[in-house]
C-alpha cells in the first residue's frame, strides 16, 4: 500500500482532465452494458422465439424485442468506436502533459545533477517511463471501476426476476473481480516492479555496445560487454515470461470463475423454471448475462499483473522531481556592452578528480582570449562555469563584476552566445535550427547568417531551401556544414560574451582560413572566449593561454601557462 503512495502526484495530474476522464469512463460503461444487453436479449429472444414455435398459440411480438437486439448492436459498436477514439484522444493528451512536465523539470537542472545518470537513462524517463503511466487510467483505473458498476448493475437486473440469482452473482463475482485486480497484482508484482529497471539497462547496454563499438573492439572488450548485454536480456526475458504465465493464470481464473457463475445461474434458472417462478426465456437471458460479464473482468488480470511496472515508473519520475537545482538567482541588471569574465580562484572536481585548483583568469571588456589545450584538460569547463551549468566548489566567477552565483542563469545565458564543443541541432527545418539564435530573425537575416559561415550557395541549391529537414543531429549534413549551422546560430544571437568551442573543426584549411577571417570581423567588440586545441584553430587572439596538468605544491588538476 506504501508503494501506490507513489501514484498520487500522477493522479493529480490525471485529475486535471477529469471531465475528460469521467465521460470516457461512462463510454466505456456504455459499451459493456451494451453488451450485457445484447447478448441477454439474444437469449431471451431466441428462447421464447423456440418456444412459441412448438407452444398452441404460436404468437410471439419479435417487433420490440426485435428493435432492442438492434439497438444493444448499434450502441455497443458505435460507443466502442467512440470510447476508443475518445480515450486514446485523452491518453494522448495526457501523455502531453506529463512529457512537458518532467522535461520542465529536467531542462532547470545543472550540469553535475544531470551527469548522476546517462543521457540515455534521462531519456527513458522521459519516453519509456511516461509510457508506462498510460496504463493507470486506460488500464489501472477505469476498468475496474466499470466492471464493478456492470457486476452491481447485472445482479440488481438479476434479483428483479430471481433473487437468489443476483446474490450468487455477487458472492462471485466480487470476490472474482478482487481476484483479477489485487490478487494479480500482488502475484505479478515483484517481476513487473523489476522489469523497468532490467529494461532500462539493457537499452544502456545495447547503446554502450553501438557507441563503443570501435573502442569495445580495440580492447577486446566486446566478447565480455556482449556477455553482460546477454545476461540482462536473459533476466528480462525471465520475467517477461513468468508475467506471461501468471497473466494467462489470471485469466483462467476469471474465465472459469464466469464459466461457474453461469453454471450456478443456470442451474438456479432450471429449478425456478421447474417451480414456475420464472420463464424459460427468463432463465437462458440471466445465463447468457453472466457470461456477457466477462467483457468486464477479462482484461484486468493482465492491466494488473504490471502494476508494479507502472509503481515503479511512478517512483523513479517522483524521485527526478525531487532533484533540485541549486541554480538560482536575480535577473541580470547590467546593459548590453561587451561584458568582463573573471575567474578568481576556482576550483572544480568532478568526483574524486580535480580539474581545477586555484585558477584564475581575467578577460576585459572586448578582450578575445584563447585557451589551448589537449582533450580532457578542463577547456570546455571554463566555458560550462561561465553560462553556469553549474557552479565551482570553491572561488567565483563574475560576469562584468557580479558573481554568477547570484544570478539567474537564463538571465545570464541571454547575454551570451556560446558555441559547444558538439554541433547540436534538432530534427527540424534548417530555418527552426538557426532561429534558435534569435526567434524573430527574418529570412534574410537567416540568409546574411548563412553567407557569413559560407553556406548560402548550398543553401539556395537546396530545393526546399531554408525549410530543408536537417535530420536528427544534423545527419543530413556533413560534420562541416552542420558545425557552421551552428555557428550561423551563435551569431544570430548577436551576444555582447561569445565563447566558441573549437569553432573551426571539422573544416578543411581553405574554408577555416576563410571562416576565420569572417569571425575576426564579427568578434570586434565584443567579450569572446576561443577554445581550442592550438593556436591555428583559432581566430586571431589578443593573449592566449595554454592549459596544462598542474604539479606545483603537490596540487593536481590543471593550470594556465601563458603562450
Given at each position: 500500500?506504501?508503494?501506490?503512495?507513489?501514484?498520487?502526484?500522477?493522479?493529480?495530474?490525471?485529475?486535471?482532465?477529469?471531465?475528460?476522464?469521467?465521460?470516457?469512463?461512462?463510454?466505456?460503461?456504455?459499451?459493456?452494458?451494451?453488451?450485457?444487453?445484447?447478448?441477454?436479449?439474444?437469449?431471451?429472444f431466441i428462447t421464447a422465439t423456440a418456444i412459441a414455435a412448438v407452444s398452441a398459440s404460436g404468437y410471439l411480438d419479435v417487433f420490440t424485442p426485435g428493435s432492442g437486439i438492434r439497438f444493444f448492436a448499434v450502441s455497443?459498436?458505435?460507443?466502442?468506436?467512440?470510447?476508443?477514439?475518445?480515450?486514446?484522444?485523452?491518453?494522448?493528451?495526457?501523455?502531453a502533459d506529463l512529457r512537458g512536465r518532467v522535461f520542465a523539470r529536467l531542462v532547470t537542472l545543472d550540469a553535475r545533477t544531470l551527469a548522476r545518470a546517462r543521457a540515455s537513462q534521462w531519456l527513458n524517463r522521459l519516453t519509456a517511463d511516461i509510457d508506462t503511466l498510460d496504463n493507470l487510467y486506460l488500464r489501472l483505473l477505469a476498468p475496474p471501476l466499470v466492471a464493478l458498476l456492470s457486476i452491481l448493475a447485472f445482479a440488481a437486473f438479476a434479483a428483479a426476476f430471481l433473487p437468489i440469482a443476483g446474490i450468487v452473482l455477487l458472492a462471485i463475482l466480487l470476490p472474482l473481480g478482487l481476484v483479477a485486480t489485487a490478487g494479480c497484482a500482488w502475484w505479478g508484482?515483484?517481476?513487473?516492479h523489476r522489469r523497468v529497471d532490467r529494461q532500462e539497462r539493457l537499452r544502456v547496454r545495447a547503446i554502450e555496445q553501438v557507441e563503443g563499438l570501435a573502442e569495445l573492439t580495440s580492447y577486446r572488450a566486446l566478447d565480455a560487454h556482449r556477455a553482460l548485454w546477454h545476461r540482462e536480456e536473459r533476466a528480462l526475458l525471465d520475467d517477461q515470461r513468468r508475467l506471461g504465465q501468471r497473466t494467462a493464470m489470471g485469466n483462467l481464473v476469471v474465465?472459469?470463475?464466469?464459466?461457474?457463475?453461469t453454471l450456478a445461474v443456470l442451474l438456479l434458472g432450471l429449478e425456478a423454471f421447474r417451480s414456475g417462478q420464472v420463464s424459460g426465456p427468463v432463465m437462458v437471458m440471466l445465463a447468457l448475462g453472466t457470461l456477457a460479464v466477462s467483457e468486464g473482468l477479462g482484461n484486468l488480470p493482465m492491466a494488473f499483473t504490471q502494476l508494479g511496472a507502472t509503481v515503479r515508473a511512478a517512483e523513479r519520475l517522483n524521485a527526478q522531481a525531487e532533484l533540485k537545482t541549486p541554480l538560482t538567482g536575480e535577473r541580470l541588471t547590467s546593459g548590453g556592452a561587451a561584458p568582463s569574465l573573471d575567474y578568481r580562484n576556482v576550483e572544480v572536481a568532478h568526483g574524486a578528480r580535480v580539474v581545477f585548483s586555484g585558477l584564475n583568469l581575467s578577460l576585459d571588456p572586448g578582450q578575445r582570449v584563447g585557451i589551448i589545450g589537449a582533450s580532457g584538460i578542463g577547456k570546455s569547463t571554463l566555458a560550462q562555469l561561465a553560462v553556469r551549468a553549474?557552479?565551482?566548489?570553491?572561488?567565483r566567477v563574475e560576469f562584468d563584476h557580479q558573481d554568477i552565483a547570484g544570478l539567474a542563469p537564463d538571465s545570464l545565458r541571454a547575454r551570451i552566445g556560446y558555441l559547444t564543443q558538439r554541433s547540436e541541432l534538432f530534427h527540424d527545418t534548417l530555418a527552426a535550427n538557426l532561429r534558435m539564435g534569435d526567434p524573430d530573425a527574418s529570412d534574410a537575416q537567416l540568409w546574411d547568417a548563412l553567407e557569413r559561415v559560407e553556406l548560402k550557395a548550398w543553401a539556395e541549391a537546396l530545393p526546399e531551401g531554408l525549410e530543408t529537414w536537417v535530420g536528427e543531429q544534423g545527419r543530413q549534413l556533413s560534420g562541416g556544414q552542420a558545425r557552421r549551422v551552428a555557428l550561423a546560430r551563435v551569431m544570430l544571437r548577436?551576444?555582447?560574451?561569445?565563447?566558441?568551442?573549437?569553432?573551426?573543426?571539422?573544416?578543411?584549411?581553405?574554408?577555416?582560413a576563410s571562416l576565420a577571417k569572417t569571425l575576426d570581423a564579427w568578434l570586434a567588440g565584443r567579450t569572446a572566449l576561443l577554445l581550442g586545441h592550438d593556436e591555428a584553430a583559432l581566430p586571431r587572439c589578443d593573449r592566449y593561454w595554454r592549459l596544462v596538468p598542474s604539479g606545483v605544491g603537490g596540487r593536481s588538476g590543471s593550470e594556465l601557462v601563458k603562450t
Open positions: 500500500m506504501k508503494a501506490l503512495l507513489s501514484l498520487r502526484p500522477w493522479l493529480g495530474v490525471l485529475a486535471e482532465r477529469r471531465g475528460r476522464l469521467l465521460l470516457g469512463a461512462v463510454l466505456m460503461l456504455a459499451t459493456l452494458l451494451s453488451a450485457l444487453g445484447l447478448l441477454s436479449l439474444s437469449g431471451w455497443r459498436t458505435v460507443s466502442r468506436y467512440l470510447e476508443r477514439l475518445y480515450n486514446h484522444d485523452t491518453i494522448l493528451r495526457l501523455l508484482w515483484r517481476a513487473s474465465t472459469v470463475g464466469i464459466q461457474l457463475a553549474f557552479d565551482p566548489q570553491g572561488g548577436d551576444s555582447p560574451l561569445v565563447i566558441l568551442d573549437e569553432p573551426l573543426s571539422g573544416l578543411d584549411a581553405a574554408t577555416a
